[in-house]
């Protein structure tokens, strides 16, 4: 057992002492090491027994600064993997190694087991992948930093759970990061200041695409999703489909709740936001989706072209705002379910009839003024009339009666799922068929993502066809290290989302 106890482990705790406030304390006992690990590749191991001398093999370990430096003599080539051991690794983590094409180096949460970086994460490099562990700060007013910085060019963070920051959780920076995707992570509690700190805070000057998909983002302190760039640069190549954004804003009183964002004090092009579902619990008077936020004098400078089509809303204050001129927008078959005092549509611009507007659902009143051209407001036949859009929309003034439920598999991952519950019929238990994702025979477990480190709601071995999922909720996260404006509410038995993990 080679280099387990190696004195570097203990220095390296020691050197992130002003970071994270670890400390050396021998009245403390030290959890024991991981047993060895039996799957291909590289190993870190947590302090004090991973170490920057080791081979990496399972019985002489590299703790995880080596790793992300590219191991002992730089070992690490491109195909790679290095298996992260559970247990806590303390620090400011960063990374600037180069994967290739189809042969990314790839840095996995060992199977079964809890990885945790308590500090932070700046991944940049290429061709680099990320999978399965967590990132947190115990201390954010302390480290005050994101938990992840994701500028990796072609680079994935899959699977990861990102909580508590500083600042916003995940930051992804204009001129970086071309290709980067953010996919399948749980990112709630991050930040602290007012309309400034977000789960996802992401720019893009590049000419590449930047994805952001399929994540949970919740109950972070200003916006959930915010795309944005400051200053003159055009902001570039967004695609944001398939999240789940709920309840943002919801610990804070002096921000804007908003759970999807598109917008920029400067040109945009090329945004894509598809299959996103959002939701508001009730109280929280929050905008679901606001898209632009450029009001030019010139025509030529209209900000250029943006997808909006099949996002689920449910709740808030405003349901879809497009305030500013689209040179071209797709505005398709995407459902917002309002309630008595929800605004549905803002749109604004002298010639918004050049949009594709179609097939759109809102559950509202009709007759009610909660549609706006240019700061007015209308009826829905109104501003129909006032916009000439909307003239394959269908408005229905009752809410939905039956509940909706979503399933989104993991691509990563097999077994692995969303899982998304409107409980419009008020249901105590929902079901939800999980064939085609699990096998039966094999175990699975469902948790819900508010307690994604708690015990299941429902477990045990598949044995085919539909599950049924309790709805009684469970109580949010508390923020970690600092006091909030509130706390975030109890989503059920209206809304919930669960973790589907089993075994392949």
């Known amino acids: 057992m080679k280099g387990l106890w190696a004195p570097s482990g203990l220095l390296s705790c020691v050197a992130t002492v002003l970071v994270t406030g670890c400390r050396i304390d021998n009245s403390m006992s030290t959890p024991p090491p991981p047993p060895p690990g039996t799957h291909a590749g590289f190993y870190v191991y947590p302090p004090p027994y991973g170490h920057s001398s080791g081979s990496g093999a399972t019985e002489d370990p590299w703790d995880l600064a080596t790793a992300l430096a590219g191991g002992h003599v730089h070992q690490l080539q491109a195909g790679d993997t290095v298996w992260i051991r559970g247990g806590t690794y303390p620090g400011s983590f960063q990374t600037s190694l180069q994967g290739q094409a189809g042969l990314p180096i790839q840095f996995r949460q060992y199977p079964g087991e809890r990885a945790t970086i308590n500090g932070s994460l700046a991944a940049e490099g290429s061709n680099l992948w990320f999978v399965g562990f967590e990132i947190m700060q115990s201390n954010p007013t302390v480290v005050v930093d994101r938990v992840l910085e994701a500028n990796t060019v072609d680079g994935k963070f899959i699977n990861l759970v990102l909580h508590d920051a500083g600042f916003s959780g995940v930051s992804m920076g204009a001129d970086k990061g071309a290709g980067v995707e953010l996919y399948g992570s749980i990112v709630y509690n991050n930040g602290f200041r007012d309309n400034i700190d977000h789960g996802i805070y992401a720019h893009n000057a590049t000419t590449g695409v930047k994805y952001i998909t399929d ?36 610990i804070d009183t002096g921000s804007t709740p908003v759970n999807l964002l598109m917008s920029a004090p400067t040109l945009m092009t090329g945004m894509v936001a598809k299959h996103n579902l959002l939701y508001f619990s009730s109280g929280i008077d929050g905008v679901q989706l606001r898209l632009g936020n450029y009001d030019p004098t010139d025509s030529a400078l209209f900000n250029k072209e943006i997808d909006v089509e099949d996002n689920y809303a449910a709740g808030g204050g405003l349901g879809l705002e497009m305030q500013y001129q689209w040179a071209a927008a797709t505005v398709a078959n ?47 036949d109104a501003w129909k009339t006032a916009t000439g859009l909307g003239v394959t929309d269908t408005v229905v003034s009752a809410p939905p009666g039956a509940t909706r439920v979503f399933v989104r598999p993991n691509l990563y991952e097999p077994g692995r799922a969303f899982i998304v519950v409107y409980n419009f019929g008020h249901e105590s238990s929902v079901s939800v068929d999980l064939s085609g994702i699990v096998t039966p025979g094999a175990h699975f477990e469902i948790r819900n993502v508010q307690a994604v480190y708690g015990s299941p709601v429902v477990s045990g071995a598949y044995a085919g066809g539909s599950v049924a999922i309790p709805m009684s909720g469970v109580t949010p996260p508390k923020p970690i290290g600092r006091s909030t404006p509130r706390l975030a509410p109890v989503t059920g038995p209206d809304f919930d989302v669960f973790l589907l993990t089993s075994a392949s």
């Open 215 to 250: 994540n949970v983002v919740f109950n972070n302190f200003a916006r959930g999703i915010q795309v944005y760039q400051d200053g003159a640069t055009l902001l570039r190549n967004f695609q944001v489909i398939g999240n789940i954004s709920f309840n943002n804003g919801s």
């Open 334 to 380: 995407n459902v917002f379910v309002g309630n008595s005092s929800t605004e549905m549509v803002r749109t604004g611009g002298p010639t918004v009839n050049v949009y594709t507007w179609s097939g759109n659902t809102y559950h509202r009143d009709p007759a009610a003024t909660a549609w706006q051209q240019n700061g007015l407001a209308y009826s829905f």
